[in-house]
């Protein structure tokens, strides 16, 4: 062989060489959000406004599970780097909250709460398509018709009502059921949760009263739905409002059983309510925070005092930690080099997955199922604590 001849082939092989060894940092760099150390997610949740307590807590229990895989080596190596940013749980502030993690170039979102906002980050996530997952909203039209890109975690508010509503007809006979509500689309989910839980049974709420979001001018729907003398009344809203409510009607002497759903902020609306919280039923999606005998719920209380020593734990911030429990099973099983689409398609590749919940919680996703659990799990407000039964004639108040 010629000298020139030699000297192209040499040429050739170290150009080969370093192709190989740069292809993976490559195809790391050629995916927004993912670098050979790191891979960033976004989160635009209430860490601001009335609120606040339900982003900040969804977001501690996320970022305190990420700090567990981190001090594990990452995945694939990779660290995880969460960045947040405030929507306040206003539809209004959405599109500025996207925009400055589109400026991040996050590989995906997580952790979003509330439906008024999820609704409106959802489709603008969509359009660049880019993976949702983990959601504090149990909405349905983030559900039904499925969404590709957005990977729901909890129960639905359909699954939630359809237990208050069987629990209340079945065990408690209770007929005459009203709903007070926000005039937002998480209201008006729930409202037609409970509508479609009652039609199973040819019935339909007795009375149905709104309030403006996000206030506390909750005394028009406050009397609106007593005129009707309901047997019980499912209130929507998160803690504030819910609270608010809760006091007013037992200043009035109004004592029907009221419910809620998981959304509220169980801990929050124990601690704002008081004693006049005693005797609601609250449908959970994660089990009780105290349940260490539960495996999942152990290694969250283990973290939360590892990182996190002297703050309370609470079911919100559970939640976020379960729903980074499924991103980061997803992007194990997505392997060293994924992309977005190989992150979806991992997350639908979960069956039957134990996360350490119980036997009734594990996590269940395909192609053409995007919600992990439909388990739902009554509590009853008791010494001022939410704990679990099972026969709904526990939850019957003794007033």
């Not at 992150?343 to 039957?352: F, G, K, N, R, V």
Request: glycine share 8%; charged share 20%.
């Amino acid at each position: 062989m010629v000298p020139a001849q030699s000297a192209v082939l040499l040429s050739l092989c170290c150009g080969i060489l370093v192709l190989i060894l740069t292809a993976g940092t490559a195809r790391a760099q050629d995916t927004p959000g993912v670098t050979e150390k790191e891979v960033t997610i976004g989160s635009c949740s209430a860490l601001e406004g009335p609120s606040q307590f339900l982003g900040a807590q969804t977001v501690l229990g996320a970022s305190t599970y990420f700090l567990v895989i981190n001090d594990e080596g990452g995945v694939h190596g990779r660290r995880l780097k969460l960045i947040t940013r405030d929507d306040s749980y206003d539809p209004e502030k959405v599109q500025a909250c996207f925009n400055s993690l589109m400026a991040e170039k996050v590989f995906a979102m997580a952790f979003l709460v509330g439906t008024p906002t999820s609704l409106k980050h959802a489709p603008l996530a969509e359009a660049k398509k880019i993976p949702v997952v983990g959601l504090f909203t149990g909405a349905q039209a983030l559900r039904v018709p499925l969404r590709h890109y957005v990977i729901n975690v909890r129960a639905s508010y359909f699954d939630e009502t359809r237990e208050q509503v069987e629990g209340l007809w079945n065990t408690l006979r209770y007929r005459k059921i009203g709903v007070i509500y926000p005039d937002d689309s998480f209201g008006a989910t729930v409202l037609d949760g409970v509508k479609t839980a009652l039609k199973k049974h040819d019935s339909a709420p007795v009375a149905e009263s709104s309030f403006p979001r996000q206030t506390a001018l909750v005394d028009n729907a406050i009397d609106s739905v007593r005129a009707a003398n309901p047997d019980a009344v499912v209130l929507v809203g998160p803690y504030a409002p819910v609270a608010t409510i809760l006091k007013k009607a037992h200043a009035k002497g109004w004592k029907p059983m009221f419910l809620t759903v998981s959304f509220v902020g169980t801990d929050e609306l124990i601690h704002e309510a008081g004693a006049d919280a005693e005797g609601m039923v609250i449908t959970q999606v994660v089990p009780p925070y105290y349940l260490t005998d539960l495996k999942g719920v152990a290694l969250y209380r283990r973290s939360m005092q590892k990182y996190h020593p002297g703050v309370e734990p609470s079911f919100v911030s559970l939640e976020g930690f379960v729903d980074a429990m499924v991103l980061v099973e997803g992007l194990k099983r997505a392997g060293r080099e994924f992309t977005r689409e190989k992150l979806i398609q991992a997350i639908e590749s979960i069956h039957d997955f134990d996360v350490g919940l119980g036997p009734a919680l594990k996590l269940n996703y395909s192609a053409k199922e995007h919600q992990g659990f439909n388990h739902v799990i009554p509590t009853v407000v008791r010494g001022g604590r939410a704990v679990p039964f099972a026969d709904w004639d526990i939850a019957r108040p003794s007033h």
